[in-house]
């Protein structure tokens, strides 16, 4: 069974940095797109930024300019620079994986607690 297990997150001060790493785990052939999606108290769920395979890289327009992705086969890290108390969120983890039986399937992870303090 595929899971994702992340790490990071807490409480940072403004103008500070976040980092945040997520690691597919279970079994599965290979992982296409993965990346970071936050939701802010009363906010929908809004992309922060998502890598696939090639490394082509897709943000969100709050980021844009003050974060760095990385990935290799299998985990996924993200770091926010510059940090103001609207980056407060929880943030998720989120992959589209591919099985070794072909399926494809969109998996989140539970989710970690980011709070920026002023």
């Known amino acids: 069974q595929v899971q994702l297990v992340e790490s990071g997150g807490g409480l940072v001060q403004a103008r500070g940095s976040l980092d945040l790493s997520c690691a597919v785990s279970g079994i599965f052939f290979r992982v296409f797109v993965m990346g970071w999606y936050r939701q802010a108290p009363g906010k929908q769920r809004e992309l922060v930024a998502t890598i696939t395979r090639d490394d082509i890289i897709n943000s969100g327009d709050s980021v844009k300019g003050r974060f760095f992705i990385s990935r290799d086969r299998s985990t996924v890290a993200l770091r926010v620079n510059n940090l103001t108390p609207e980056d407060t969120a929880v943030y998720y983890c989120?992959?589209?994986?591919?099985?070794?039986?072909?399926?494809?399937?969109?998996?989140w992870g539970q989710g970690t607690q980011v709070t920026v303090s002023s």
């Open positions: 989120n992959a589209d994986v591919e099985t070794p039986h072909g399926s494809h399937r969109d998996y």
